[in-house]
């Protein structure tokens, strides 16, 4: 979700999942090192645009989950995922979860509490986002 995030929060771009990457050394990108075929049964279903829904605010627009079967494995493939040019309307894009390295789901604790008079409100996400796109 963070690497969908930043994509949508830049000017979109594709994340291969399954291949192992590392910063290039000449410019300033990623190279692939290795590809690690993921299992078939991983094959895009709803359950990858529901976790963007459930995990990045606001949701961008257009995210596609394509499975391409890798050619000397046909059990494996990589999974490609879309994430084209947001409109700046939408942007900044915020994570309210990540996984772990363990891939359990962590939650990001990133919140604004103000003081109004006697009580004090919290933001919810929505209401961030609004002040952070009036720069306040």
Do not use: C
């Not at 994430?83 to 942007?91: C, F």
């Not at 915020?94 to 604004?112: M, N, T, Y």
Request: proline residues 7%; charged residues 20%; without cysteine.
């Amino acid at each position: 979700t963070k690497d969908v995030s930043s994509f949508a929060n830049w000017r979109g771009g594709i994340i291969v999942v399954g291949a192992a990457s590392a910063p290039a050394a000449t410019y300033q990108r990623n190279e692939v090192q290795e590809i690690r075929p993921l299992p078939a049964m991983l094959t895009p279903t709803d359950r990858y645009s529901h976790v963007i829904r459930e995990w990045v605010y606001p949701v961008p627009e257009g995210i596609e989950f394509k499975w391409h079967p890798v050619a000397t494995d046909s059990s494996g493939g990589l999974i490609g995922v879309y994430v084209p040019n947001q409109s700046d309307e939408l942007r900044p894009f915020l994570v309210a979860h990540h996984p772990s390295e363990a891939g359990k789901r962590i939650d990001v604790v990133f919140g604004l509490v103000q003081r109004l008079g006697a009580t004090t409100k919290t933001e919810t996400v929505g209401e961030l986002h609004t002040l952070l796109k009036e720069g306040r």
